[in-house]
């Protein structure tokens, strides 16, 4: 079964600064998602990646997937406080004929941004 | 944009007792997707259903059950409830359709959270 490790489990920095978040996959990925999380909240979707190479953007948020496919970096810039959160990446296994597909998801990054 | 909903968001159920949980994928979307949450865990995988039949199964117990209605709304019930049953019951849907393999986006509803005491 595929395995994904998220680095750093938590990460405390000050507004303003900079920061990454990094997702590990132990097979190929045909599809990672981004996701976080509010505390006992829902999981809200921010992006979606597929092919090797590809760059995504939202607000201040930027997620990337590497050339080979096995590796996902999520890095926002200028950190706010609204930012704080777990965030999740989830990988889509191999579509496989007639079944639908679920995630499998990394064990999160705890976000903390201090004002 | 219309999401995916999820009814009821707390239930509280005592042990042994039966719950039922719903979900309301977004219009159109053809697939939904049940996960379970523990306090402090990442999201597990329990079963999927892809126009209403269901699809792939995870990590559900015997004494759980689901189903997808013509609406394409869906039901877990969950039986003879145990204390570890507490958790944060979440709902996705997505359109896969003709889909491209991993050209689907999954959204998620808010979750029930289900305590059992």
């Known amino acids: 079964s595929q395995e994904l490790e998220q680095s750093p489990q938590s990460l405390i920095v000050q507004e303003g600064k900079n920061l990454t978040i990094n997702c590990t996959s132990s097979?190929?990925?045909?599809?990672l998602y981004w996701y976080k999380q509010k505390y006992g909240e829902g999981l809200i979707f921010l992006m979606m990646?597929?092919?090797?190479?590809e760059e995504k953007s939202h607000e201040k948020i930027t997620a990337k997937l590497d050339e080979k496919k096995q590796q996902s970096s999520l890095h926002i810039t200028a950190s706010q406080p609204s930012h704080a959160g777990i965030y999740l990446c989830?990988?889509?296994?191999?579509?496989?004929?007639?079944?639908?597909?679920?995630?499998?998801f990394g064990s999160g990054t705890q976000l903390t941004v201090l004002p | 944009a219309a999401g995916v909903i999820q009814s009821p968001r707390h239930l509280i159920k005592e042990k042994r007792e039966t719950a039922t949980l719903k979900c309301y994928p977004i219009?159109?979307?053809?697939?939904v997707y049940w996960y379970q949450q523990g306090p402090g865990q990442d999201p597990q995988f329990l079963i999927s259903?892809?126009?209403?039949?269901?699809?792939d199964k995870g990590s559900i117990p015997d004494r759980f059950s689901a189903q997808q209605f013509s609406d394409y709304h869906s039901e877990l019930n969950m039986s003879s409830l145990e204390l570890g049953d507490s958790a944060l019951y979440f709902c996705?849907?997505?359109?896969?359709?003709?889909?491209?393999?991993?050209?689907?986006?999954?959204?998620f509803g808010q979750g029930t959270r289900l305590t059992v005491v």
């Open positions: 097979k190929t990925l045909y599809g």
């Open positions: 259903f892809y126009e209403k039949m269901q699809s």
């Open positions: 219009p159109r979307h053809d697939t």
């Open positions: 990646l597929q092919k090797g190479g």
């Open positions: 996705a849907s997505s359109f896969l359709g003709a889909s491209i393999p991993g050209n689907t986006e999954a959204f």
């Open positions: 989830g990988a889509v296994p191999p579509i496989s004929s007639g079944s639908a597909r679920q995630l499998t």
